[in-house]
């Protein structure tokens, strides 16, 4: 039965989905060939963040493409590490499990999967608002990761990368190509 309640209060189906899940979901028999694929992809992704950026700002749809869901507020409290620990572990890999291994994973036809995780994911992240242009660009290239090997993990290490790196790698990009309106 789908709706049965273990001792813990956790449904037991949504527990053994990600039981099963979070088990093939390893680092055996990584490879060099996938951890160079890996790489590219997140380059890919930092390179794609920019572009977005210079895109939206450009066409002047929003003024700065920061998101602020309070969340600014709250972890700029923190120190630097402890920030960086929930930015670039905790919260990939929860919001992994979630969209990309959980919703992708229980939904049976694909394409459609892949839709309603991006969807989801960016929409959790932004609301309905311009801000979900950057968001879901970047969470169709997460879940296209994932989809590629269902391996929650690797799009963790993307989705890690946009959170400690994204900002920096913007900088970094514009003082070569000076895209950006500032």
Not at 8 to 33: P, V
Not at 72 to 89: A, E, M
Not at 118 to 142: E, K, N
Request: glycine share 4%; with cysteine.
């Amino acid at each position: 039965d789908l709706t049965t309640i273990n001792d813990f209060g956790i449904n037991t189906h949504f527990y053994n989905c990600l039981e099963a899940r979070i088990s093939k979901n390893t680092l055996k028999n990584w490879d060099l060939k996938r951890i160079f694929w890996l790489m590219g992809i997140v380059f890919f992704t930092l390179a794609t963040n920019y572009l977005v950026t210079v895109l939206v700002l450009k066409t002047q749809i929003i003024s700065s493409v920061t998101s602020d869901t309070g969340m600014s507020d709250i972890l700029g409290q923190l120190p630097i590490f402890v920030k960086n620990i929930i930015l670039g572990i905790i919260v990939p890999l929860s919001e992994e499990l979630l969209f990309r291994s959980y919703i992708f994973g229980s939904i049976t036809n694909k394409k459609v999967a892949f839709l309603i995780s991006s969807v989801l994911f960016a929409l959790v992240h932004t609301g309905f608002s311009w801000y979900l242009l950057p968001y879901l660009i970047l969470s169709f290239i997460i879940t296209w990761v994932y989809s590629k090997r269902n391996n929650f993990i690797e799009s963790a290490i993307v989705h890690s990368s946009v959170n400690l790196f994204g900002g920096s790698a913007i900088k970094l990009l514009d003082t070569f190509f000076k895209l950006l309106p500032y």
